[in-house]
């Protein structure tokens, strides 16, 4: 069944530390999207990309970069952990034409201590 | 810009009651509109769409017409049970300026209890 993966689920790390989220899809999108989700329930599109190679900022600005080297394939990562950081974050792809919807995975809920 | 508003929450009703959750947008051309729905410790997923004025999207038990002359997309649901507790979202596909991204409302928390 295609779908979209993160992991990790949960993650507790200390400040200063690099981290890495996971995502990947198997639906062959080439759009893939990050947001992050604060405690009020709103999301903030932190970055995307359009394909192979592409990536892109969004709304929010964040410390974090990205990453995509293959299509399926769209990892986050943190060079530094700080407690500012803490939050839900969320992986979607999507065809990326037009009308298309985004399908989401299920979230890293990230606590950095 | 491209913009949506919903109401805030959070939202609590007694299993079976009537659900309405308002949603207004404002947009350049002509958007599509979408329902997303995000049940605790869960992603998004998409609950219903519409694509043009006066689609109506249904999916669940749940309805939203696109009314052009009023820029809106309420969510309606005439009867709502307790696994309907979660968190909705109301999005616009982006058009004149977002790259093509969804402009997403901050959500709406419903409770439903038994």
């Known amino acids: 069944e295609a779908d979209i993966y993160q992991t990790p689920r949960y993650l507790v790390i200390g400040t200063g530390k690099k981290i890495t989220l996971e995502c990947s899809q198997t639906m062959g999108h080439d759009k893939m999207y990050w947001y992050q989700q604060d405690p009020g329930m709103e999301l903030h599109l932190i970055h995307y990309?359009?394909?192979?190679?592409?990536?892109e900022k969004g709304d929010l600005s964040s410390e974090s970069t990205v990453s995509r080297i293959r299509t399926e394939h769209f990892p986050l990562t943190l060079e530094s952990a700080r407690p500012s950081h803490t939050s839900q974050y969320l992986c979607a792809s999507s065809t990326g034409t037009y009308n298309s919807p985004l399908h989401f995975g299920n979230g890293t809920r990230l606590t950095v201590t | 810009g491209n913009s949506v508003t919903q109401m805030e929450g959070p939202v609590t009703l007694s299993e079976e009651a009537f659900l309405t959750i308002n949603c207004t947008y404002t947009a350049t051309g002509y958007p599509s509109l979408f329902w997303y729905v995000q049940y605790p410790g869960e992603g998004l997923q998409l609950l219903l769409k519409?694509?043009?004025?006066?689609d109506k999207g249904s999916n669940k038990g749940f309805e939203a017409t696109y009314r052009k002359e009023t820029t809106s997309f309420h969510l309606e649901k005439g009867s709502v049970q307790v696994s309907d507790s979660a968190v909705y979202f109301c999005a616009l596909s982006g058009y004149g300026g977002s790259q093509g991204n969804l402009i997403f409302g901050k959500g709406t928390k419903l409770s439903v209890k038994p």
């Open positions: 519409a694509t043009k004025a006066d």
């Open positions: 990309s359009y394909g192979v190679n592409s990536t």
